[in-house]
């Protein structure tokens, strides 16, 4: 039949794969924010529930990563124009100390446990390794809703997951080299020189480049220049960053801070960025809850290790980040603690790394898989629990809306 | 080395295509702009240049085309948005007759030239039927950015489309029949009445059903809500219009058309449409160019096949449309018949089912993959003049830019 020939031709099914993840990701998110709940839990539990753990309608495939990707690109790049490269410049060296002892006491937590539970000396260094990098994707989705980006706190925690970011490449270079023979320490510093080079000099010299810049793009003559070269912008830095060795969501942070200065005030372009990710971001938070493997649960031991793994994940990430923030009000240590515990993707694809090095079993394969999802679960109660008294206490009445706030936000932008 | 691991878990290659794709449609449209030609152009042309016929830095992919399928999914939507209807309906008759006419006449040169050039039966049938069928995005693109949409002309444009496409469903359906075997005039006629009941229903009610639940989207807690209930419409009805045989886009234009009135106002709504439209367009007018294969220009004889084929594409979608507004100005006559013009996606769709069917030779299929991508250039400097004139009389001045043009569209949004 040639309606059958024209719904192939047309994707079909594609579109109806996009339809299922959108609409149940807003049913979802519906019902979280009536519990008084986390939209984005809702938005990754849809993932849960239509993936192969439960109903099996989509299947996670190449073009739904991809989608989230870009999702999770986008929604960083908005971030990044929210916030000017020295709102996080001041916070740098808390900033470093956060990233750092945040990676510290994970990777030292996850060697220990997995070396207690049998694995040799490589696969310690992987479950070590898969424990490390925040995903920041989540916190920033859960701040920028609460209307909280401008916080000093936020802002330790963004530049903290760019330190975390660049020292995660660092020993994922080790221990990759590890798992395949041995670390030639030349080629080490070689990686690691060019992605902090690469980081810094961006964020130094992106936004006063684009500020200057700012006149000849107002006076393009294509529609909607600033957003247009916006797009050019993050796309391109995305890409630049993953063949320096950072991941591509730094990049696409460090083009939207690059303009933050320039678009402050264009607030047409804020929102057009705004439609693009409010489009996307439920692909990257339904395509996490997707990778959940609840046929894990079939076995105890290894539903004993997944527990213990999300359980250091989330303690240590809070303790390592927390203790970086020394100084600060433990309230205020609190919450950049908690803004590092979602590990999202990038744990599962270190985790990833090492199934295919052959370097680690299946059984830390799923408890890695579990802890990633886990965490990015347990975290936006925490840190709507952590930043909501800070709402009170600036007078800011109590019900409000999710809606309200992130049309502020949108205002603001 | 770890870097490239990452760099292809993260999916590097497509992100690199995705920049390319961005970055040279919006240097053309800057160029083309510059130029005073219609922006659309220069973006096709943009995919003919990176695409395998020129310098072949990106390949046409299943991707890429699913991009570009949402993209002119989102911008039908858009249209949709813009329009009332009541505005099609007003126009109803004459976009009937439109559309008919429009169908009759490019079918019927189709037939002869096929016949002519030594095809048999069912290759003139499908050669005829590839020359039907109307891709009107980017005329909607065309006149979106001129900010006309609000036309009786340009409505008949859309009503008329509405009509070409299940015109075309019913000619795919016969010639398909016969290609492969014989014609089942009840399974025809059931498939056919589907398509219009679907598309009458949802015309109909549509807009009723929406305004009446209007109230209850506002008070929804998601974010956004008119917006995400928009995007959840927009997948709905576009997924259910192709298992009822209509072309996506008019399920994603009876979606906009629903929610026109009950989000007139609504400005921010809009704005957050018009983000994804802008960013997935391009991916949309690129992948029509990056289908062009220069390489039939080594044959003679097929060139020869393949300008005349377009010549007769233009001419008799020309006069078709333009006499189904018989009554009106000849400017309007010119005006609807000149929208009609590009082809597009659709006649490389029917020409790819003649070819999997075995039933026409590799030459028609290059001379109607040509005439598809030439007559969307060919038509957009063709709209912008016999739409030029219109915005002379009525006063406004001449040395608009399109981005004004398009700010005031989007304010209108």
Same mark, same amino acid.
Not at 60 to 66: M, Q, Y
Not at 226 to 246: A, E, K, Q, T, W
């Given at each position: 039949?040639?309606?059958?020939?024209?719904?192939?031709?047309?994707?079909?099914?594609?579109?109806?794969?996009?339809?299922?993840?959108?609409?149940?990701?807003?049913?979802?998110?519906?019902?979280?924010?009536?519990?008084?709940?986390?939209?984005?839990?809702?938005?990754?539990?849809?993932?849960?529930?239509?993936?192969?753990?439960?109903?099996?309608?989509?299947?996670?495939?190449?073009?739904?990563?991809?989608?989230?990707?870009?999702?999770?690109?986008?929604?960083?790049?908005?971030?990044?124009?929210?916030?000017?490269?020295?709102?996080?410049?001041?916070?740098?060296?808390?900033?470093?100390?956060?990233?750092?002892?945040?990676?510290?006491?994970?990777?030292?937590?996850?060697?220990?446990?997995?070396?207690?539970?049998?694995?040799?000396?490589?696969?310690?260094?992987?479950?070590?390794?898969?424990?490390?990098?925040?995903?920041?994707?989540?916190?920033?989705?859960?701040?920028?809703?609460?209307?909280?980006?401008?916080?000093?706190?936020?802002?330790?925690?963004?530049?903290?997951?760019?330190?975390?970011?660049?020292?995660?490449?660092?020993?994922?270079?080790?221990?990759?080299?590890?798992?395949?023979?041995?670390?030639?320490?030349?080629?080490?510093?070689?990686?690691?020189? !060019? +992605? =902090?080079?690469?980081?810094? @000099?961006? $964020?130094?010299? #992106?936004?006063?480049? &684009? %500020?200057?810049?700012?006149?000849?793009?107002?006076?393009?003559?294509?529609?909607?220049?600033?957003?247009?070269?916006?797009?050019?912008?993050?796309?391109?830095?995305?890409?630049?960053?993953?063949?320096?060795?950072?991941?591509?969501?730094?990049?696409?942070?460090?083009?939207?801070?690059?303009?933050?200065?320039?678009?402050?005030?264009?607030?047409?372009?804020?929102?057009?960025?705004?439609?693009?990710?409010?489009?996307?971001?439920?692909?990257?938070?339904?395509?996490?809850?997707?990778?959940?493997?609840?046929?894990?649960?079939?076995?105890?031991?290894?539903?004993?290790?997944?527990?213990?793994?999300?359980? !250091? +994940? =989330?303690?240590?990430?809070? @303790?390592? $980040?927390?203790? #970086?923030?020394?100084? &600060? %009000?433990?309230?205020?240590?609190?919450?950049?603690?908690?803004?590092?515990?979602?590990?999202?993707?990038?744990?599962?694809?270190?985790?990833?790394?090492?199934?295919?090095?052959?370097?680690?079993?299946?059984?830390?394969?799923?408890?890695?898989?579990?802890?990633?999802?886990?965490?990015?679960?347990?975290?936006?109660?925490?840190?709507?629990?952590?930043?909501?008294?800070?709402?009170?206490?600036?007078?800011?009445?109590?019900?409000?809306?999710?809606?309200?706030?992130?049309?502020?936000?949108?205002?603001?932008?």
């Amino acid at each position: 039949m040639p309606v059958v020939i024209a719904a192939s031709v047309e994707h079909g099914e594609v579109l109806l794969a996009l339809f299922i993840i959108i609409a149940s990701a807003k049913v979802m998110a519906e019902i979280f924010e009536r519990l008084r709940q986390p939209a984005v839990v809702g938005e990754i539990l849809a993932g849960v529930v239509i993936g192969p753990s439960v109903l099996g309608w989509v299947q996670p495939s190449e073009l739904i990563a991809i989608i989230a990707e870009v999702g999770v690109i986008f929604l960083l790049f908005m971030v990044g124009l929210e916030t000017k490269p020295q709102d996080i410049f001041r916070v740098g060296k808390r900033a470093f100390l956060v990233g750092t002892l945040g990676v510290a006491f994970p990777f030292v937590a996850g060697y220990a446990i997995a070396s207690f539970w049998g694995g040799s000396f490589v696969e310690a260094m992987f479950i070590g390794a898969a424990l490390v990098a925040t995903s920041v994707g989540i916190t920033a989705r859960v701040l920028a809703s609460m209307g909280l980006l401008d916080r000093e706190t936020s802002r330790i925690i963004l530049g903290a997951a760019v330190i975390d970011d660049v020292l995660g490449l660092i020993i994922l270079s080790v221990v990759s080299a590890v798992g395949t023979g041995g670390v030639d320490f030349g080629a080490l510093a070689w990686t690691a020189g !060019l +992605a =902090v080079l690469f980081t810094v @000099i961006v $964020g130094l010299f #992106g936004s006063k480049l &684009m %500020t200057s810049l700012a006149p000849g793009i107002t006076s393009l003559r294509m529609s909607k220049p600033f957003f247009n070269i916006g797009l050019i912008l993050c796309f391109g830095l995305s890409v630049m960053s993953l063949y320096f060795g950072v991941a591509a969501i730094i990049g696409a942070f460090l083009a939207g801070m690059a303009l933050a200065e320039a678009t402050e005030e264009n607030h047409k372009m804020h929102q057009l960025t705004n439609g693009v990710t409010e489009f996307l971001v439920p692909f990257f938070l339904v395509n996490i809850g997707m990778q959940l493997n609840l046929s894990v649960f079939r076995d105890a031991s290894v539903v004993a290790l997944a527990l213990i793994v999300t359980l !250091l +994940a =989330v303690v240590t990430k809070f @303790i390592g $980040g927390g203790l #970086g923030a020394w100084g &600060m %009000t433990r309230r205020e240590m609190a919450q950049v603690g908690v803004g590092m515990i979602p590990r999202g993707e990038v744990g599962v694809v270190v985790a990833q790394i090492g199934l295919g090095l052959a370097a680690i079993s299946q059984q830390f394969f799923a408890a890695v898989l579990f802890m990633a999802v886990a965490t990015t679960l347990i975290a936006p109660p925490l840190i709507k629990l952590c930043f909501a008294e800070d709402k009170d206490r600036d007078g800011i009445p109590d019900p409000m809306t999710e809606e309200d706030v992130s049309d502020d936000f949108a205002r603001i932008g």
